[in-house]
């Protein structure tokens, strides 16, 4: 599938559309071919940086060999959650702080000319989609078409509550915003009638540079959420954790529901990239990280990113792990 002037599929980036290109699970000097990105400084008292250290993380990050740089979503972190993070009963005291995703990404664009810029994920459902999609479509044209936006429905009830938004349903409005963002990103006028939003027939002109739309990825762990990665997503946004949690067979026992729901809606599975995310726990050691990589990149999954939240939070001490990783 073409998005702009790349290739969009589980193989490597091709700058001409429709050209041949290596698959992504092939060996590049003798090694696994990889395409490796890093999270932005987000998260925790990354947020309150001194101006400038964002864009200067994009830019050195893309010019030591960073292919993409993505950003979270978080709204707050409740004193007494309801449900904690990863299945747990708290969550991380580095998400009481978030930069937020839109700004951080709309920086980077400014600061980078060739990285992928990525979500994983925004909530999809907290969000009206009329000011969602021209949020997105702003940030891809301002990068040249470079944006790779994730969607996921979260796991907080506070969140949704100090959003407006109603949590039971999740995957429903989910599947309407969507329905939403692709009307608005290919149509005009527009017009759309949903259970929880609706759009009078309109004119809106401003469309994402990459065409026929933005790609849509999906962040799901559940058999519901990853049929609906291969009836309609674009791309999936899987997370593993290091150290010792890099299972190339449970990605790939997920990754059958996905492909066998793209067989049954007449989709091409090969069409649906993979992203994974790399959660880095305190006391990982840059080795450790790599060896996810390797390991990631040898079991066909080529395409990863490494958040160091948990890590780091000195813009020059995450530089430090990019320059050694992309060696």
């Known amino acids: 599938m073409v998005w702009g002037n790349r290739v969009f599929s589980r193989y490597l980036f091709s700058d001409t559309p429709g050209a041949a290109i290596e698959p992504a699970i092939g060996r590049c000097a003798g090694y696994p071919c990889h395409v490796l990105?890093?999270?932005?400084?987000?998260?925790?008292?990354?947020?309150?940086a001194a101006g400038g250290e964002l864009a200067r993380f994009a830019s050195t990050a893309e010019q030591l060999g960073a292919q993409s740089l993505w950003v979270g979503d978080r709204l707050l972190a409740a004193v007494d959650p309801t449900v904690g993070y990863a299945g747990g009963d708290t969550i991380p005291e580095q998400f009481r702080a978030c930069l937020d995703p839109f700004t951080a990404l709309a920086v980077a664009?400014?600061?980078?000319?060739?990285?992928?810029?990525?979500?994983?994920?925004?909530?999809?459902?907290?969000?009206?989609?009329?000011?969602?999609?021209?949020?997105?479509?702003?940030?891809?044209?301002?990068?040249g078409g470079r944006l790779t936006p994730g969607f996921g429905i979260g796991w907080s009830p506070e969140e949704y509550q100090a959003a407006g938004a109603p949590f039971d349903g999740r995957g429903a409005q989910l599947d309407e915003i969507l329905d939403a963002l692709e009307a608005l990103w290919t149509d005009d006028p527009v017009r759309h009638e949903g259970k929880r939003w609706s759009v009078p027939e309109s004119w809106v002109?401003?469309?994402?540079?990459?065409?026929?739309?933005?790609?849509?990825?999906?962040?799901?762990?559940?058999?519901?959420?990853?049929?609906?990665?291969?009836?309609?997503g674009d791309g999936w946004l899987p997370a593993v954790f290091v150290p010792g949690a890099v299972s190339i067979d449970a990605l790939r026992a997920q990754r059958r529901v996905i492909d066998a729901a793209a067989e049954a809606a007449g989709r091409d599975p090969a069409n649906?990239?993979?992203?994974?995310?790399?959660?880095?726990?305190?006391?990982?050691?840059?080795?450790q990280v790599a060896d996810a990589v390797k390991i990631l990149a040898e079991g066909g999954y080529p395409d990863a990113f490494v958040d160091l939240m948990y890590v780091e939070t000195d813009v020059d001490a995450v530089l430090g792990w990019v320059e050694k990783l992309v060696a």
């Open 37 to 48: 990105g890093f999270a932005l400084p987000q998260f925790g008292s990354a947020a309150f």
């Open 272 to 287: 649906i990239a993979t992203h994974v995310r790399i959660n880095v726990a305190p006391g990982s050691s840059v080795s």
């Open 205 to 232: 002109g401003l469309k994402p540079v990459q065409r026929p739309r933005l790609p849509i990825c999906l962040g799901a762990f559940t058999p519901a959420g990853l049929r609906r990665i291969g009836r309609r």
């Open 109 to 143: 664009a400014a600061a980078t000319s060739t990285a992928r810029l990525g979500s994983s994920v925004f909530v999809a459902p907290w969000y009206p989609p009329v000011q969602l999609a021209r949020q997105l479509a702003s940030i891809d044209a301002v990068s």
